[in-house]
Nanobody
Framework: VQLQASGGGLVQAGGSLRLSCAAS????????MGWFRQGPGKEREFVAA????????DYVDSVKGRITISRDNDKNTVYLQMSSLKSEDTAVYYC????????????????????WGQGTQVTVSS
């Protein structure tokens, strides 16, 4: 699976962005999908994950209520809608995928994912 993340950019605090992660090479319907981010001088951290059937979703506490993960398996794309952005959201955002046979499986750790996109920079100015 090849993943291509896009949609990052520079936005003022309180603004919104929608990130997209387009997959090629395989259909995403058999993959759990996750978004991670890595801020300056920080380790890569979990942001959100969505099960392959879209039923189970989880977020890191710091983004709950501000960020929504969704997927369109027909378009082979996963989205991360971000609003009320804060300066601490500044990071490179990565999408990730891993094959699973379990409809409801969520991967909350980066080590659970086999495939990674190249990352897209999100910069929030205060």
């Amino acid at each position: 699976v090849q993943l291509q993340a896009s949609g990052g950019g520079l936005v003022q605090a309180g603004g919104s962005l929608r990130l997209s992660c387009a997959a090629s090479g395989r259909t995403l319907s058999s993959y759990v999908m996750g978004w991670f981010r890595q801020g300056p001088g920080k380790e890569r951290e979990f942001v959100a994950a969505i099960s392959r059937n879209g039923v189970n979703i989880d977020y890191v506490d710091s983004v709950k209520g501000r960020i929504t993960i969704s997927r369109d398996n027909d378009k082979n794309t996963v989205y991360l809608q971000m609003s009320s952005l804060k300066s601490e959201d500044t990071a490179v955002y990565y999408c990730a995928a891993t094959f699973t046979l379990m409809d409801g499986y969520l991967g909350l750790d980066k080590n659970a994912y086999r495939y990674w996109g190249q990352g897209t920079q999100v910069t929030v100015s205060s």
